[in-house]
């Protein structure tokens, strides 16, 4: 049979209070059956007390215990009066020694400690080893004997036996209905605990057969809710990533058609005598071919910047003389366009941070080239390099056109477009400004995108100066 956990918690809580019943019940017995013994001693010795206070009435500094002696018959009436009867049997016995003898545990001792009465002497003898318990007899504020009495150690007498084994009838009840009753609880309690891990194995199911708006309840605080919880967001995760996966595979599909139906139409036309194998329309199916060949590269460079590959081991690098570079080489083709390159750092002052020259290089070379497709003719360029404790700023901002608002946390998504005919007829994937997140991400750095005064975009980076 195999052993679930809910078996394992319950036969684990049915041992435990199993075995704590049975050492209460032993405790209880034992400390029930000390406590009615000692209570029934005390009792005893409350009546010693009784007669101390009248057996002092026969007693003399001149004679001591001489009336006792000669008439034990007063003993036995002592005893009689607190009610220490005779054994059974004995009370008519016709032996004077035995007359006496009402109850043999109790004696009267002189103040030496000796027996006053013959027969008690010999059972004093046998119970030496006895535990004995010793009340003082005050006569004139003197000592002048004991009343001594057996200690019993043992639950003697009918009527006691009675209760006490009434008393543990009861208790053995009590300790019967305890263990269902912990038996049932025990039941509860666990499945109660495990209704958590039992609904996690219902969402694993659910995740498994595709169904990712599963959502588990979440009941408390505790851990199980907090696993709940974690799963829950597991699951949310899990579905965007689906449903980006999903729109990943039909933007890049339809990035790809574009061009191929392009390519395919145009070389169809040539096949079928449409048009002639001109230089113009060779040139068109080149440009088309190059169209497929960047954005093939852009998938390329964006897998490796996801997977960390484009970001090396990091060394000191002067960010100054690396933005200085890259804008003397762009600043022929942004004069193509008629586009002012304004440079609002000293180019004498270095900025050293470690990172991966390699990906920084690539990362500024994107925001040119964005900048170059996206900015109207006429227009402008201004980089701005600045460096305070622990961070190291760079803002690259170009003039009109303008991006809307609601596309401003949209731009470093994969393959979005603010305007994709306009995009597509720059030659733009929409993976440039992925692949620089990924690489500011990879250097510990932040980069955004907002507004610029100029009327276009400002890409706002910020890394950090300390060693990745």
Not at 23 to 43: E, P, V
Not at 176 to 201: C, D, E, I, T, Y
Not at 319 to 341: G, P, V, Y
Not at 379 to 395: A, H, N, R
Request: glycine share 6%; hydrophobic share 40%; net charge neutral.
């Amino acid at each position: 049979m195999r052993l679930t956990l809910f078996r394992k918690l319950f036969i684990s809580l049915l041992l435990i209070s199993t075995i704590m019943m049975a050492g209460m019940a032993l405790l209880i017995n034992n400390s029930f059956q000390a406590g009615l013994q000692n209570y029934l001693n005390q009792r005893e010795i409350e009546k010693m007390q009784v007669i101390a206070e009248q057996v002092s009435q026969y007693y003399s500094h001149e004679n001591g215990w001489q009336v006792i002696q000669e008439q034990p018959d007063l003993w036995t009436d002592l005893l009689r009066q607190v009610g220490e009867h005779s054994p059974r049997g004995r009370v008519n016995s016709h032996r004077p020694e035995e007359r006496f003898l009402i109850n043999p545990r109790v004696f009267l001792l002189n103040i030496q400690g000796e027996a006053v009465l013959h027969r008690a002497r010999k059972i004093q003898q046998r119970n030496e080893s006895g535990a004995f318990i010793k009340v003082p007899i005050i006569f004139d504020e003197q000592t002048i004997g004991w009343i001594a009495v057996i200690q019993k150690e043992m639950i003697t007498g009918k009527l006691t036996k009675s209760f006490f084994k009434q008393q543990l009838n009861n208790f053995y009840w009590i300790a019967a209905w305890a263990a269902l009753f912990s038996f049932v609880v025990a039941a509860l309690l666990v499945r109660h605990f495990l209704q958590p891990l039992k609904n996690l194995g219902l969402s694993v199911q659910a995740l498994q057969s595709g169904d990712f708006n599963y959502q588990i309840q979440v009941k408390g605080q505790d851990e199980l809710a907090e696993l709940s919880k974690t799963f829950n967001n597991l699951t949310n995760t899990l579905k965007l990533q689906k449903h980006s996966r999903e729109q990943w595979i039909a933007d890049i599909s339809h990035e790809l058609r574009t061009p191929i139906a392009v390519l395919v139409s145009e070389i169809e036309a040539i096949e079928d005598g449409i048009r002639k194998p001109e230089p113009k329309y060779i040139k068109s199916l080149h440009e088309q071919v190059m169209n497929l060949s960047r954005l093939v590269d852009d998938l390329y460079q964006l897998s490796l910047s996801d997977a960390g590959v484009l970001t090396k081991n990091a060394e000191q690098v002067n960010l100054t003389r690396l933005l200085d570079n890259i804008a003397n080489q762009n600043e022929l083709r942004l004069a193509e366009k008629n586009i002012h390159l304004q440079r609002n750092y000293d180019p004498s002052q270095a900025t050293l941070l470690q990172a991966d020259p390699d990906a920084l290089s690539q990362l500024i070379f994107n925001l040119f080239e964005n900048s170059y497709r996206y900015t109207d003719p006429d227009g402008k360029l201004k980089l701005t390099l600045s460096q305070s404790l622990g961070t190291v700023e760079l803002i690259i901002e170009d003039s009109t056109p303008a991006v809307p608002d609601d596309a401003l946390p949209k731009l470093f998504e994969r393959l979005f477009r603010v305007d994709k005919s306009r995009s597509r007829a720059n030659g733009g994937s929409g993976l440039g400004l992925s692949i620089c997140q990924n690489i500011v991400k990879a250097q510990g750095g932040v980069i955004a995108a907002n507004h610029s005064p100029l009327g276009g975009l400002q890409i706002k980076i910020t890394l950090p100066v300390k060693e990745i």
